[in-house]
C-alpha cells in the first residue's frame, strides 16, 4: 500500500447523513475517523426527510435534539386520506403520540448542515476534505488504502486507515467493488416527484399527509420549515404515480409538472388545493422509486457498507435516512467495543444486515400507506359513506403498529 494517513484511523467514504452521524458518534467514542466527501462544496440538496423517533433518540444523544428543533418542525399527526379528500385515519406522531423523543420533519439540507457544523466543530474542519471522490479500495493485514480523485478524475491519492466505512449512497462505488455483477436496480413500477411549496400552514401546520393510491396518484405532504414572515411554511411534497416509464435514479434530475399534474387537477379539497398547491413549487425534482435485493453480506475484512450504500430501499415509511443513523450508532459502539476491527465489522453487520434486510423488502409491500391501499380496494376507488363500513380502527391501527414493529420505532422498541 502507498500514500499518507494516520493507520488507526476510521476513513468515511461520503459526507451524507450516514457518514456525518458516523462521524460524531465515532468522535464521541474517542475513535479517530476523516470523511471524505466526492463534491468539492458541500451545499444543500434535495428536499425534505422524515427523522422518527428512533433516529432522533440517536442524534440526541450525540447532542444535536436542540440544534435540530431550531430548524425543523416538530412533527405531531399523521392523516390518511382518499383522492376525494375524506379522512381515513389519523393518529398522533413522536412526543404526541407518547415516545420520549419527537419526530422531526426538515429539510435534507438544514439536517446536513447540522451533522455537518457539530462535526467540524467537534473533531476539526480538517477531519472533512471535499472533491475526493472513492476510485477502489484496498487492504492487507495491517489496514486499508483508499484511493480516490478529484473532479476531473486526475490528482488521485491514496489514504491509508484502519478501516474503510462506505457512506457513498444510492451509486456507492466500494459497494460496485464487492458486488460487481449485481446488476439494475429493482424499479417499483412507481416514479416520483418532489418538491417544496411556500404555503400557508396545511391542517395542524404539522402534519404529515398522505392521500390518494398510486394507480390514479399519490401525494405524501408534510411542512419542513416553520412560516416566514409572510405566515408561509416550506411544505415538502412528493407526488407517486404507476408508470412503466422511468429514468436512471438520480436525487438532483429536474422534473416537469406536466408529467404528472393531471393526475391530482380535480383534487380540490376543503383542506387544500392540491393542483394551486403544486403548481406553486418552487422547484420540481423527479426519481425512480427504487431499491436493491438485499445483500449477503456487507463487511470484507476491514471494509464495510453503511446506509443506501447498504441497504437502499424505496422512500416509503420515512425510514431511508433514520436507517443510516442507526446504522452508524451501531458501527460505532461495535468499534468500540472490539479491539480486532474485522471482528468489529462482523459484529456491526449480525445486528443490522436482517433487521434493514426487513425493512427494504417491508417497504415494497407494507408501509404505512398500505393503509390507503386497503381503502383503495375495499372501496373499488369510490368515496364512502363513513371509513368505518369499509375498514375497522383496529385494522388501520395494525397496518400502522406492524410497521412501526419492523422498522424497530414501536414504544416498546424504544423503551427496551
Known amino acids: 500500500m502507498s500514500g499518507d494517513g494516520n493507520r488507526n484511523e476510521v476513513i468515511i467514504v461520503g459526507a451524507g447523513i450516514g457518514g456525518l452521524t458516523l462521524g460524531l458518534a465515532l468522535h464521541q467514542a474517542g475513535i479517530s475517523c476523516r470523511i471524505f466527501e466526492s463534491t468539492a ?17 440517536e442524534l440526541a444523544a450525540l447532542g444535536l435534539e436542540e440544534a435540530l428543533a431550531s430548524v ?16 381515513i385515519y389519523q393518529e398522533p406522531l413522536g412526543r404526541a403520540a407518547g415516545y420520549e423523543h419527537p419526530q ?9 448542515r447540522v451533522l455537518l457544523d457539530a462535526f467540524r466543530a467537534r473533531a476539526g474542519a480538517d477531519r472533512v476534505v471535499t472533491d475526493r471522490h472513492c476510485v477502489a479500495v484496498a487492504q492487507d493485514g495491517g489496514g486499508v488504502a483508499v484511493t480516490f480523485a478529484g473532479a476531473s478524475g486526475a490528482d488521485r491519492v491514496t489514504i491509508r486507515g484502519r478501516v474503510a466505512i462506505a457512506c457513498d449512497g444510492i451509486n456507492s462505488v466500494v459497494r460496485k467493488q464487492f458486488f460487481p455483477g449485481e ?38 405532504i408534510y411542512p419542513i420549515r416553520r412560516s416566514d414572515t409572510c405566515g408561509l411554511q416550506l411544505v415538502n411534497w412528493v407526488a407517486e404515480i404507476e408508470t412503466p416509464n422511468y429514468r436512471k435514479r438520480d436525487w438532483n434530475r429536474a422534473g416537469s409538472l406536466d408529467d404528472f399534474i393531471w393526475a391530482f387537477a380535480d383534487w380540490h379539497f376543503d383542506w387544500l388545493d392540491v393542483p394551486a398547491f403544486l403548481r406553486a413549487a418552487d422547484s420540481v425534482l423527479e426519481f425512480p422509486m427504487v431499491d436493491q435485493d438485499p445483500l449477503p453480506r456487507w463487511s470484507f475484512g476491514r471494509v464495510t457498507l453503511l446506509g443506501d450504500a447498504a441497504h437502499p430501499m424505496v422512500p416509503r415509511g420515512s425510514n431511508g435516512a433514520g436507517q443510516a443513523i442507526l446504522d452508524a450508532r451501531a458501527l460505532a459502539t461495535a468499534l468500540l467495543a472490539h479491539d480486532d476491527p474485522v471482528a468489529a465489522l462482523s459484529a456491526y453487520e449480525q445486528q443490522r444486515l436482517e433487521t434493514t434486510a426487513r425493512i427494504v423488502l417491508t417497504n415494497r409491500t407494507n408501509p404505512p400507506d398500505a393503509i390507503l391501499r386497503e381503502v383503495f380496494l375495499r372501496t373499488n376507488d369510490k368515496p364512502f359513506r363513513a371509513v368505518e363500513d369499509v375498514i375497522s380502527r383496529e385494522e388501520l391501527v395494525e397496518l400502522s403498529d406492524g410497521y412501526k414493529r419492523i422498522a424497530g420505532y414501536s414504544k416498546a422498541a424504544l423503551r427496551s
Open 104 to 112: 422531526f420533519s426538515i429539510h435534507r439540507g438544514d439536517l446536513q
Open 41 to 57: 462544496e458541500i451545499r444543500q440538496v434535495g428536499v425534505g426527510i422524515n427523522l422518527l423517533p428512533h433516529a432522533t433518540r
Open 72 to 87: 425543523a418542525i416538530t412533527t405531531t399527526d399523521a392523516t390518511f386520506f382518499n383522492r376525494f379528500g375524506q379522512l
Open 183 to 220: 446488476g439494475e436496480p429493482r424499479y417499483s413500477g412507481v416514479n416520483m416527484w418532489r418538491g417544496v411549496t411556500r404555503w400557508k400552514p396545511i391542517l395542524s401546520g404539522a402534519s404529515m399527509v398522505r392521500a390518494g393510491w398510486l394507480s390514479h396518484g399519490k401525494v405524501v
